[in-house]
């Protein structure tokens, strides 16, 4: 049928279908959005109803994270998308491609209608790559340039504003999405990059975001066996290399953890690391760096000795089929690795009423589970036991917000890895204060009976943010309250719950917990005192 004899709202739908769009996130609006959810369900694209909009935008930019097709989220008008803000800030800042469709308010009701209306493009320019209001004349041309611009790098969020009866009107010939092409790396770069290789004994490679996309993890996985030295990852980045390999040694952050084998080196061989990736310290090391990544960073920690942007990982393949020699001994990496590791695991606790620490919530969570389920991890004190000890031996195993950093992500995100990959189960570690955030989701995973189970760190606290108040000298003040029986809030949502107030405890709820297949609260209670030393040890 040709494009002429549908309306908008379907040709939207069959455009996102021809991209490889699965699902639909959101909470529709009484406008155009219901045109759509009844466009795309006609074609078999799911619409998943989320409970706040902010959620619906991270699933949908969790599942263009982990299928590589750009996300799509609705929203209402107004509060709808003031609402989906925090969402989109994730996308923008964590570097994931989503499509938000916003209903807008029809241009010939704009002389008289005030209610619930402000500048919807206006609103997000901080934090969308590209915005658009849809009308019959634009829409052939715009439509497509938005999805070009979600989808180049930097990838991100874009804004598509449409009103009910734009929705509904004849739709005209679309144009074709335009793959964002890279300009290809000079090959006297490449040649200096490897004179710099051939003169170093101790590198070390640093791999970020960028190199989470197939082509980027081939690169990463063939330098690193080449140089067969060691390799640090970003949060982002963390599977790019299995973190079974013995010369993985661990996480890259800017902080102290890292350091010791760090300054050992005599060349950082930087892969594909996107400045937003970077706690806010200067850098500490003084060899030289040689940076590889797909665009200029106009902020940057760094002054590189050899920077080069563009197309690189097919750059580096030259690099790969070259010998070259080193000074790292395997004695040594495993030093290196095990101190990273036994710097999580520094946790003095008062072990008040028998309440767990973080690190052995996570270390019995991956003895009850192993490494077959995937992780995600919410911002939080927490989160730092969490990224570490778990393991990942491919990208997309753990999801976490690094660049935002943002609480209630993990919950939205487990629901969307789960719908992702029904066969795989999930894992999500969240915070008291971040569930709280995000409550009314725990209703989309029950209805939609995803194969979760929710591990809730209930220390009736921001745990971190009640760090720094310490660390100040400040009185305790808002940032405590009274514990909350978060099993029993759960139950309301009809999720299996249990409580877990000691190790002999939890573990038993695991075991049940990994044998039923819809989703399961795990409220178990920690004992925060050692998160201050923990933090301590790994930023400095």
Known sequence: MPNQSITIAQAIARYLRQLGVARIFGIPGGGSSLDLIDAAQSLGIQFVLARTESAAVIMAA??????????????????????????????????????????GIASQSLRFVTHQRFDQLD??????????????GNFAVELPRIISAAMAPPLGPVLLEL??????????????????????????????????LHNSR???????????????????RGLHAQLDCPVFTTYKAKGVVADFDPRCIGLFTGGSAESKCIAGADLIVMLGLDPVELIPQDWRYDAPILELAHIPYSIHYVKAALRFTGDWEPAIEHWCNTKFD??????ELSEYKNGMRARIRNYTSTRAAAKLTAPEVIDTALEIFGGDVRVTIDAGAHMFSAIALWPAANTGDVLISNGLASMAFALPAAIAAALHDPSRAVVTFIGDGGLLMCLGELATAAELEVNLTIVVFNDSALSLIDIKQQQRGFPTTGVRWNEIDLAACAAGFDIMTMRARSLHQYRDALRRAAKISGPVLLDVRIDPTGYRQQLRALRG
């Open 163 to 196: 009103d009910g009866v734009t929705a509904a009107q004849t739709a005209g010939a679309l144009g074709p999405v335009e793959t964002a092409t890279l300009p290809d790396v000079d090959s006297d770069a490449i040649e200096q990059g490897q004179r710099l």
């Open 123 to 136: 609103l997000v320019v901080p934090i969308t790559k590209s915005r658009a209001r849809i009308d019959a």
């Open 62 to 103: 969790c599942s263009a994270e982990l299928s590589g097709v750009i996300g799509v989220a609705l929203t209402g008008v107004g509060p709808g998308l003031a609402n989906a803000v925090n969402g989109i800030a994730y996308a923008s800042l964590d570097r994931a491609p989503v499509l938000i469709i916003a209903d």
């Open 326 to 331: 080193n000074d790292w001994t395997a004695a």
């Open 202 to 220: 101790r590198p070390v490679i640093i791999a970020g975001l960028e190199c989470t996309s197939p082509a980027g993890v081939l690169a990463v």
